[in-house]
């Protein structure tokens, strides 16, 4: 079995995309979480409902940049392939 330099980066890059994959895990918990506390709070405070939601969706396109960074890098590493050039 021969493994050349191009076959290992092809393969370190698979593995650097998957890995990279990873961060859609945190938020996805976070926005879950941020989520059911603003309906707690909307629960307690109907009357807040406006600017918890308002908070709620800031906060929750601040932590889905982690998720889109992560997606960006892999699919560079699998179509891009930066490493071969």
Known sequence: MNITGEDLILACSAIGAGIALIAGVGPGIGQGYAAGQA???????????????????????????????????????????????
Not at 50 to 58: A, E, H, I, K
Not at 73 to 80: E, G, K, P, R, S
């Open 39 to 85: 309906a707690a709070a909307v629960g307690r405070n109907p009357g807040a409902r406006g600017s918890v939601t308002t908070t709620m969706l800031l906060g929750q396109a601040v932590a889905e940049t982690t998720g889109l960074y992560g997606f960006a890098i892999a699919i560079v590493l699998v179509f891009v392939k930066p490493l071969l050039w």
